[in-house]
């Protein structure tokens, strides 16, 4: 749920990595598709695809939030093809698991992206209807 603290807890692993040594980026997609939307643009998209894929640990925050349209959805299968195995990253996400699939299209592209995520996924799901800034209010008062 939105305010539940999984950016929060997402970067504080990102910090935890950071301070360990590791090159980190945190990044929302709708982000990353517009970033590789303008290096494409520039003819930079090699280059840009490439710095992404060589992170040791991506933070995509509202993962899925808007449904990704076709060209984005293989821009996402190229950059989990090449991470998958080799570097980490964290997906923030609104939706369940169960629920990427529908937001991806439901094609067979989008089967493919997720053959590339959730077998070595771990899953953390935060419950509650709560956030933690009105739990932080309550705590105060």
């Given amino acids: 749920a939105t305010g ?11 910090i935890n990595a950071c301070q360990s ?3 980190t980026r945190y990044i929302r997609l709708p982000e990353l598709f517009s970033e ?12 840009v695809m490439k710095q992404f894929q060589n992170l040791p640990l ?16 293989r821009e996402l299968l190229e950059l989990m093809e090449y991470r998958c195995g080799q570097a980490s990253t964290i997906f923030c996400s609104q939706f369940m698991p169960e629920g ?4 991806l299209g439901g094609s067979a592209l989008a ?9 070595s996924a771990y899953t953390m799901r935060i419950d509650g209807d709560v956030s933690m800034r009105q739990r932080k209010r309550m705590i105060k008062n």
């Fill in 111 to 119: 089967d493919s992206i997720l053959d590339r995520i959730i077998p």
């Fill in 21 to 23: 040594g590791y090159k």
């Fill in 4 to 14: 539940s603290g999984k950016s929060f807890i997402a970067n504080a692993l990102g």
């Fill in 58 to 73: 991506v933070i995509l925050d509202e993962f899925l939030l808007i449904p990704a349209s076709d060209q984005e959805q």
């Fill in 36 to 47: 590789l939307e303008a290096a494409r643009i520039q003819g930079k998209y090699h280059q």
């Fill in 100 to 103: 990427w699939h529908e937001r």
